[in-house]
């Protein structure tokens, strides 16, 4: 299939989308203000051991500390050869004690109201390999399917790495030559060295290695066979992914193009677009019917709605026919969102059993192109799909966006009307209170216009029963819910 990668560069922003066949699937976005952490070492120090929660909270030198938990600690004793011998001890205060410094790595970046999360077991990525130095053993990737390749790789990667440390094999390795493969472990191998080396130097709160920037991530991460082309739209970058690639991936050099066309990139391809359709709560599908997302803190809902479509034979077989197709765009949808955490989908009740497990294994064919780790439950008594997506990053929404600062993140608002009868409140509140000739009320033109209009004759009753008359003055910069109420 037709996978082509977009990659469009600002000084202050990196943006790329994967597209399929002209279809957006992924997103990812990086400001030089809020850059991704996930991958990043740094030298820290415990500020605070909670042996009832087994974690720490680590100062990284960040706004916020983050977050260790004691399964996320090295032992200190017990290694052979950086495997970890030592049973899992009683107490995160046999690991850490306050003041401590650590070198850890981040593994989630700060979501919302939480702290990055951390660990010290480090993994450190390259094109074929992911370098584990703790760790011990060879993986390889379940997507590399032939048996004797996963048995070559694994075979060359446990002669070569002498032992030392664990190793995963990545898919882009599947039929990579032995040179590439040992240029990879040689580079992890001295990486690691340097980490160390810089680390036992740092600081406390001292970033001592960073992943790389998002145009070299992307192809680091993404590109392979499958890949038809990169596009990208800044010269400077064009020619640093182009010598990257040239050093790491020789024989996909010629896949990366310098868009130089009129129109900017995003807009040419749609992704613009689909940006903002990702941002809203409805999704319509071909058929007529649409899902709805509800994000919060905890968990994220999908609801499934057949919508304008009708069917044409039964209600079983119009729930199974959009049930299917929201399979095929919720899958889409959590990837170009990049949702995380816990997903609960309500599709359409169906009463055929056969049905149901239709539904369940079109949801699982489509997650699985999917590069975060999903898992699937089977449909609940309550006829829901619990699932859960590995979340290492912010999803597209808070990436965006921020809280409404008009309804305090609620998703509502209070109509004009009852906006109308807090003024009356405050009015009668006002008068009891102060001695004043007059007030004057400030609100919304919503709110003034139901006080003209609808709510005039009750206003007329309120000045009757103050003796004070009330002036009313339209404010544009307020919100429907603001109002203030002055006696003069």
Known sequence: MSVEILVNV?????????????????????????????????????????????????????????????????????????????????????????????????????IGTKGARLTTYMTLPSRFLVFMPQGRGVGVSSRVGDDAERARLREFVQEWSGGRGGWIVRTAADGAAAEALRADMIFLQRLWDLIREKGAGAAAGTL???????????????????????????????????????????????????????????????????????????????????????????????????????????LEDTAYRTNLEAAVAIARQLRLRNIGGIIIADFIDMQDPEHRRGVLQALEQALAGDHARTHLSAVSALGLVEMTRKRTRESLEHQLCRPCPNCDSRGFVKTPETVVYQIFREVLRQARQFDFQELVVLAHQDVIGLLLDEESAALADLELATGKPIRLQAEALYSEEQFDVVPV
């Open 10 to 110: 600002t000084p202050r922003e990196s943006r790329a989308a994967v597209v399929l066949q002209g279809v957006v699937q992924e997103l990812y976005i990086e400001r030089a203000n809020r850059r991704g952490l996930a991958g990043n070492v740094y030298k820290g120090r415990a500020t605070r051991v909670l042996p009832g929660m087994q974690a720490a909270f680590v100062d990284i030198g960040l706004e916020r500390t983050a977050f260790l938990h004691a399964a996320d600690i090295l032992p200190p004793a017990g290694h052979v050869d950086g495997a970890i011998e030592a049973a899992a001890p009683d107490s995160v205060r046999e690991l850490v004690n306050e003041g401590d410094t650590i070198l850890v790595q981040v593994v989630k970046d700060p």
């Open 208 to 314: 001592v290695h960073e992943d790389l920037a998002l145009p070299m991530r992307v192809l680091r991460d993404l590109l392979g066979e499958n890949v038809e082309r990169v596009r990208v739209d800044a010269p400077a970058a064009h020619e640093a992914m182009t010598a990257f690639t040239r050093t790491f991936m020789p024989a996909l050099a010629g896949r990366i193009e310098l868009f130089d066309g009129q129109r900017p990139i995003f807009d040419l391809y749609g992704v613009e677009d689909e940006i903002e359709r990702a941002l809203d709560r409805k999704v319509p599908l071909k058929s007529g019917g649409y899902l709805m997302f509800d994000q919060t803190e905890a968990l994220t809902t999908i609801d499934v709605n057949t919508g304008a479509f009708v069917g044409h034979h039964s």
